[in-house]
């Protein structure tokens, strides 16, 4: 009953955030994702290691066709779980200093957003996870499209058109693996024993709709635009948890369903996720907006990460779940780093920003700790989930590795780069009396720094979270 209170719970927030009135919204969302995340603590102070899934719920749904809603936790679930109850209410605190029109509605779009993760990250029903997938694409595009920038009509056009493009070679995958197994229990389907060139042909449908919410290289082009036009909490959103939906998809529903699909294929995908980072990387030193140096920071960084997933080893798999908790706090912070300066000073646009480091130690201090997350350096949240990719890819192909590797010095250049061109030089005359940070953002920044260190210095926790199911995973692959 837990897995569905953490499903059901932000949906009724929702509901009683669009019956609020004013601004009193906010700190009704707020504790509401309070008590969520509390919940998750919860689930994960009670939770047992190893492989079994637990908090399981398992109820008929629609019985004649084998579907039933089936929810549950293993440890790779769990820590995206704790992820996304995690990063909810920071995003929401971070919003304390804007007012939005309509904020009922703006609030429980990411309430129910929130909902829907919960489902993708705990669903062991295709047809359930296929609903939670769609229904996490719904509130992102309201909420891009309704208070998004100036061209969020087109852009939210074209990353709906992106995803559901994704979504039909899933379902179509989804679809066939139903029929074959006669129910959409996902334990029936890792059952199933099917030939190499089916296999082949469902890697495909299901991987092009996993890569194109990573995103992987060719399937990004909807990223960039995407992340600079929405609004910052939708960005946060996107960039902190929803990409992570695409990796968890290719680690609970690729690698165990179709592995002499990934056999065949995986090399590819690994090449691909390669070219990204380094794509990426090149691409992020080139701009000149900061939230489109972080988009393609971002795309970066999943890269490395689907890389280490598709090596099927023991370090990239690990690796990958101990950087998607790193990269979702560093992301969700830096991005917050640029709405508060965007607040003081209404311009993205690093060639009008400079000398805000004179008056503002305390920012100064909270950006270059997430920064340094960001890249890698030992110590910080960064470190510990690259060295283990690198690690993994390294033992897949040492050739591989030394360009993925590059990852970690691109993005030192491109983050300094943004950082000093934000925080250094001389003031203008928009940025000559920016102030230092308000209680509100001390409060959302404070903590986020804190699993810098946290992440960086005592993963452990982390780890052993995830290593029963990530042994018992690799275990259906090389079956």
Do not use: C
């Amino acid at each position: 009953m837990l897995t569905i209170f953490l499903i059901v719970f932000p949906l009724i927030a929702a509901g009683f955030a669009l019956l609020a009135k004013g601004e009193s919204v906010k700190r009704i969302a707020f504790l509401f994702a309070l008590v969520e995340f509390a919940a998750a603590l919860y689930a994960i102070f009670q939770f047992t290691p190893g492989p079994a899934p637990q908090f399981v719920a398992n109820y008929p749904w629609i019985a004649s066709l084998g579907i039933s809603f089936h929810v549950s936790m293993d440890g790779i679930s769990a820590l995206l779980v704790l992820l996304t109850t995690l990063l909810v209410p920071f995003i929401i605190l971070s919003t304390f200093g804007n007012s939005y029109k309509n904020p009922s509605a703006f609030y429980g779009l990411i309430l129910v957003m929130q909902s829907a993760l919960v489902g993708v990250f705990t669903a062991r029903d295709a047809f359930l996870f296929y609903l939670f997938w769609e229904a996490a694409l719904i509130p992102v595009y309201f909420l891009a499209g309704i208070w998004g920038g100036e061209r969020r009509i087109q852009i939210t056009f074209k990353f709906f058109v992106y995803t559901i493009f994704g979504s039909l070679f899933m379902l179509l995958g989804l679809a066939y693996l139903y029929n074959q197994a006669g129910t959409a229990d996902l334990d029936a389907i890792y059952a199933l024993n099917l030939p190499a060139a089916t296999q082949s042909w469902l890697f495909w449908a299901l991987f092009i709709a996993f890569a194109i919410k990573m995103p992987v290289f060719p399937f990004h082009t909807w990223q960039p635009d995407t992340y600079s036009e929405s609004p910052t909490p939708a960005t946060m959103l996107l960039s902190g948890i929803m990409l992570k939906m695409g990796i968890y998809g290719v680690i609970r529903w690729l690698l165990p369903v179709v592995p002499l699909g990934v056999a065949q294929w995986g090399t590819t995908a690994i090449i691909l996720s390669v070219i990204g980072i380094v794509y990426g990387s090149v691409i992020a030193i080139r701009q000149r907006n900061v939230k489109r140096v972080l988009a393609y920071s971002s795309f970066a960084h999943v890269g490395l990460m689907s890389a280490g997933v598709f090596t099927l080893s023991p370090e990239g798999l690990q690796g990958a779940m101990v950087q998607m908790l790193a990269h979702g706090v560093n992301i969700v912070g830096l991005f917050f780093i640029m709405e508060i300066i965007y607040r003081r000073v209404p311009t993205r646009e690093l060639n009008q920003l400079g000398g805000i480091t004179q008056n503002t130690p305390n920012l100064t201090v909270y950006f270059m700790v997430l920064l340094l997350g960001s890249v890698a350096l030992p110590l910080t949240s960064g470190f510990v989930g690259e060295f283990l990719l690198l690690a993994g890819v390294f033992r897949f192909n040492p050739w591989y590795a030394a360009i993925a590797g590059l990852t970690i010095i691109l993005s030192a250049v491109y983050m300094l780069r943004l950082f000093q061109g934000v925080m250094f030089g001389q003031p203008n005359e928009q940025t000559a009396l920016f102030s230092d940070l308000t209680l509100a953002e001390k409060a959302t920044l404070i903590p986020l720094v804190v699993m810098v260190f946290w992440i960086g210095m005592y993963p452990a926790p982390f780890l052993k979270l995830t290593e029963p199911s990530v042994t018992e995973l690799l275990r259906l692959v090389v079956r």
